[in-house]
């Protein structure tokens, strides 16, 4: 049963615009959650986090919201860039050593 | 240069026969894990090590081995009892000992059962 579900495979946006990537978790336990951002034939890396403490976390061009009631957080990235063509995927944590991960959105930035 | 280096990058494999994946992380990370990824699914976490000569399965750890003899070594065995064995497969790594989450992970290797 997943408990991490990116509900959309794919996202294409304009240069310059806004991405907006969707997460939902179903484990009330989860109080870590994560983006990575993945290149073909990459690992992912990490792109960042937010605690559940919190509801918004800001690093330059990305920023994750959290909304706990609604069991769900999502990645915003203004302004998109060319670049920012990768698979995104959403992971969660009940702060322990695993990490339910998400399917993955991939993005294309068109020029 | 830090990081973890996995090999091969691309293996293919007979039906029946055993394969081994290596990982090496020159990272000084305690926890070390498994990961393999199918198409339209997310990562899932095949096993995973928090010390040497200790680790753990993961959700889907049947028809895999692992061993943890050195800090920076985590090989992962696909034996002949995995069913379905093709798969892009990724090994990480994260520091101490308590988990914040935060993995660094490998290029992958791609393994294909002929």
């Known amino acids: 049963d997943q408990q991490v579900k990116q509900n959309s495979p794919s996202l294409s946006v304009q240069e310059g615009r806004i991405s907006i990537l969707n997460c939902d978790y179903t484990?009330?336990?989860?109080?870590?959650f994560l983006w990575y951002k993945k290149y073909p034939a990459e690992g992912p890396t990490f792109l960042i986090s937010?605690?559940?403490?919190?509801d918004k976390n800001e690093d330059g061009r990305f920023t994750v919201f959290l909304n706990k009631s609604a069991k769900h957080l999502s990645l915003h990235i203004v302004p998109s860039q060319p670049g920012d063509s990768a698979v995104y995927f959403c992971?969660?944590?009940?702060?322990?050593?695993?990490?339910?991960f998400g399917a993955g959105t991939t993005v294309t930035v068109r020029a | 240069d830090g990081g973890i280096t996995q090999s091969p990058k691309y293996l293919f494999r007979k039906e029946g026969q055993n394969v081994t994946l290596s990982c090496e992380q020159n990272?000084?990370?305690?926890?070390m894990y498994w990961y393999r990824q199918d198409p339209g699914q997310g990562l899932r976490l095949i096993y995973y090590?928090?010390?040497?000569?200790?680790?753990q399965k993961g959700d889907i750890a049947e028809g895999y081995s692992v061993s943890r003899e050195k800090k920076e070594s985590f090989p992962l065995t696909v034996t002949s009892a995995q069913k379905n064995p093709t798969a892009f497969y990724l090994c990480?790594?994260?520091?101490?000992?308590?988990?914040?989450?935060?993995?660094?992970f490998g290029e992958g290797s791609r393994l294909t059962v002929l």
């Open positions: 992971a969660a944590s009940a702060h322990d050593y695993k990490l339910s």
């Open positions: 990272l000084n990370h305690d926890a």
């Open positions: 990480a790594s994260s520091i101490g000992s308590h988990g914040t989450g935060e993995l660094f």
């Open positions: 484990n009330s336990m989860f109080d870590y």
């Open positions: 090590s928090q010390i040497v000569n200790d680790f």
């Open positions: 937010i605690s559940s403490i919190k």
